[in-house]
């Protein structure tokens, strides 16, 4: 028996895993590998997309000295623009990424021997006064304590019928898809990033050739594009059915807005997001120190990766006291 599960392997777990005194750590995610919403995808011959989070731009001054001392993560130098007719400049602020990806900064406090990938956890039983945890191979795993990170509805599933003084609410996080696209190398793309403004479909293009990674081929002009999430909530399940028809309504959008022909397109690929972002539920993260059960996720106070890393600092602390 483990002394703690952690479910998810994202910037909470990441984050768990560098502040918790326990080292008897068992990770479990439903996913290839550790990053969660922080991930990054790797195409060859064509280089990387950051096609989860994009880029962190710390306001905690706690968490923003905690980030420098992180070895694997750097600014995104360049200038950022806004599209609305016209194109301005925006003024400048710290953008930090990671050096050959945005998953590193995860990557670098999980230990990957402590994790059971392709794991999803279906569901856990409290058993006098340890947890067991059943995955959808129906494997079982015990542990003395367990942390959830999970997004809010995939949270709310599994402590439905734990009778925890937690409060369920309605999952509030939002859908978004991202598009990863490489072009013939383009004279166009001189900014590192272009929010486009009233526009239904795309809200954000990242020009990922800027962020001068090491993998990324430089013939090449990589771009990752995200949309609204009107048009995320509004497609979600036409993108199941039909995965093409949504990145072609995407890629149709955008080579009208850079007025671009599409045979400089070589590669495209989309992701959907269905719990992308969440407004802040100013909630606050749980401990039940009887139990041992904990929960927290950025969604507690809004959708970005520096609530992910207040909230389960703010966790570890609560255990590492109880
Ligand atoms: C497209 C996009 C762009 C973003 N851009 C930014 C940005 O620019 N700046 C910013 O600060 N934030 C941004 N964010 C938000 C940021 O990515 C998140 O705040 C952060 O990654 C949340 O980390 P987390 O560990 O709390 O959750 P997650 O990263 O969601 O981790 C939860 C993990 O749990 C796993 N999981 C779920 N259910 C199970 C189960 N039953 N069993 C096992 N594993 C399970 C999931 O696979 C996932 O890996 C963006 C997010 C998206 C989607």
Redesign the pocket.
């Known amino acids: 028996m483990n002394n703690i599960a952690i ?7 990441s984050t768990l895993c560098y502040y918790l005194n326990e080292k008897d750590i068992k990770v ?4 290839r590998g550790p ?4 991930s990054t995808r790797k195409v060859d011959d064509i280089g990387v997309f950051d ?7 710390p306001k905690d001054k706690n968490f923003s000295e905690f980030l420098k001392l992180n070895k694997s993560v750097k600014q995104w130098d360049g200038d950022f623009v806004e599209i609305d007719g016209k194109v301005s400049v925006l003024p400048p602020s710290e953008k930090l990424i990671g050096i050959t990806g945005n998953n590193d900064f995860v990557k670098s406090n999980i230990n990957l021997d402590q994790c059971h990938f392709k ?4 569901r856990i039983e409290y058993q006098n006064d340890h947890w067991k945890l059943i995955d959808d191979s129906s494997n079982e795993y015990l542990a003395k304590k367990i942390i959830l ?3 809010q509805e ?1 949270t709310n599933i ?1 402590i439905k019928d734990l009778d925890l003084k937690f409060e369920i609410k309605e999952n509030f996080m939002k859908p ?1 898809f ?1 598009v990863m696209l490489a072009l013939k190398e383009s004279p166009i793309f001189k900014h590192s990033g272009y929010v486009i403004k009233n526009n239904k479909i795309i809200s954000w293009c990242a020009n990922e050739s800027s962020k001068l990674r090491d993998l990324n081929n430089k013939d090449l002009t990589l771009l990752t594009l ?1 949309t609204t999430e009107e048009y995320g909530f509004a497609n979600f399940k036409r993108y199941r059915e039909n995965k093409e028809y949504i990145l072609n309504e995407i890629l149709s959008e955008f080579l009208d807005i850079f007025k671009i022909d599409e045979s400089e397109v070589i590669h495209k690929n989309v992701h959907g ?1 269905l ?3 969440s407004e802040n539920q100013s909630s606050e993260v749980f401990w039940d120190d009887k139990k041992y059960i904990g929960i ?3 969604w507690f106070t809004g ?6 890393w207040i909230n389960a600092k703010l966790l570890s602390e609560k255990i590492d006291r109880s």
């Open positions: 479910l998810g392997a994202g910037f909470s777990t479990f995610e439903k996913a990053g969660g919403r922080s096609h989860g989070l994009q880029y962190i731009s794991t999803r956890i279906e990170t999970l997004p995939q599994l978004c991202t995200q997001w719990y992308a972002f927290t996720g950025d959708g970005r990766a520096e609530n992910a």
